[in-house]
Antibody, heavy 119, light 107 residues
Framework: QLQLQESGPGLVKPSETLSLTCTVS??????????WGWIRQPPGKGLEWIGT???????YYNPSLESRVTISVDTSKNQFSLKLSSVTAADTAVYYCARRGVGLPVDPWGQGTLVTVSS | EIVMTQSPATLSVSPGERATLSCRASQSVSRNLAWYQQKPGQAPRLLIY???TRATGIPARFSGSGSGTEFTLTISSLQSEDFAVYYC?????????FGGGTKVEIK
């Protein structure tokens, strides 16, 4: 059974870069036609898709975040990563990593990790 | 960007009653529509995809319908574990977008 686990600092200072890693177990990140991506949820609010990387390396980003986001894959570690630059308090959220099959919805999801932006 | 609008924002229902949740897309998403359930402190759980196909392990009391721009999630007889927030999501086009959610609470 495929499992995803987010990891990274829980506290980031304003103007710095938020960096998170998602470790995939129970399957290969380079096996099959899958998208690997990130979704966030500010406390008490709804879900926002951040971006996705296809197994081939193509990336798709939310236009509202595109100038600050980079998603990359490390197939040797079976991991993919998120970098979000110039963060502000508005970037405080639970960040989820997830997989999506071609023509399919986002599933499964990681358990999520809370990142707080504060000095 | 396709805007997803859910209604109502909050739905008060008694256990055993039927709940009907709506989701509208600003343009056609065909049947590329999913429903998720989220409980406090948990990641969203996929309930329905393809507008009407139940995900693995999802009870038959959950059903989805619709196509194009209008979609409905129906919970036929609410159980205590069904009180949660429900989100719709379109995956027909980038960027992927979610509705604002419907909170189903105990009446």
């Amino acid at each position: 059974q495929l499992q995803l686990q987010e990891s990274g600092p829980g506290l980031v200072k304003p103007s710095e870069t938020l960096s998170l890693t998602c470790t995939v177990s129970g399957g290969s990140i380079s096996g099959g036609s899958y998208y690997w991506g990130w979704i966030r949820q500010p406390p008490g609010k709804g879900l926002e898709w951040i971006g996705t990387i296809f197994y081939s390396g193509s990336t798709y980003y939310n236009p509202s975040l595109e100038s600050r986001v980079t998603i990359s894959v490390d197939t040797s570690k079976n991991q993919f990563s998120l970098k979000l630059s110039s963060v502000t308090a508005a970037d405080t959220a639970v960040y989820y990593c997830a997989r999506r099959g071609v023509g399919l919805p986002v599933d499964p999801w990681g358990q999520g990790t809370l990142v707080t932006v504060s000095s | 960007e396709i805007v997803m609008t859910q209604s109502p924002a909050t739905l008060s229902v008694s256990p055993g009653e039927r709940a009907t949740l709506s989701c509208r897309a600003s343009q056609s998403v065909s049947r590329n529509l999913a429903w998720y359930q989220q409980k406090p402190g948990q990641a969203p759980r996929l309930l329905i995809y393809g507008a009407s196909t139940r995900a693995t392990g999802i009870p038959a009391r959950f059903s989805g319908s619709g196509s194009g721009t209008e979609f409905t999630l129906t919970i036929s007889s609410l159980q205590s574990e069904d009180f949660a927030v429900y989100y719709c999501q379109q995956y027909n086009a980038w960027p992927l977008t979610f509705g604002g959610g419907t909170k189903v609470e105990i009446k």
